[in-house]
């Protein structure tokens, strides 16, 4: 059991998403995972936007090796 304030921000949404089933019992409510469907669907969505993101950092990298700049034109070092 997850304590109701883990999940207090995305209850709601855990919730209407059936990713999350909350009960009271007295005073307290207990959350609980329903089932591991909409997780996988959650993890297949990240692991697409992970190969998306891979792709353009390995471009970047390909970019600053072939140019040896960064893409505003300085070295890429950066000073602060």
Do not use: N
């Not at 007295?26 to 993101?53: D, F, K, N, Y």
């Amino acid at each position: 059991m997850v304590e109701t304030r883990a999940v207090r921000g995305a209850g709601p949404v855990s919730e209407g998403a059936g990713a999350v089933v909350t009960e009271k019992r007295g005073r307290v409510r207990h959350c609980r995972l329903a089932t591991a469907e909409p997780m996988t669907a959650v993890a297949s969505w990240i692991e697409q936007r992970l190969a998306i993101w891979e792709g353009r950092f390995d471009a970047h990298a390909r970019h600053l090796a072939d140019d040896g700049s960064a893409p505003d034109g300085t070295d890429g070092g950066g000073t602060r």
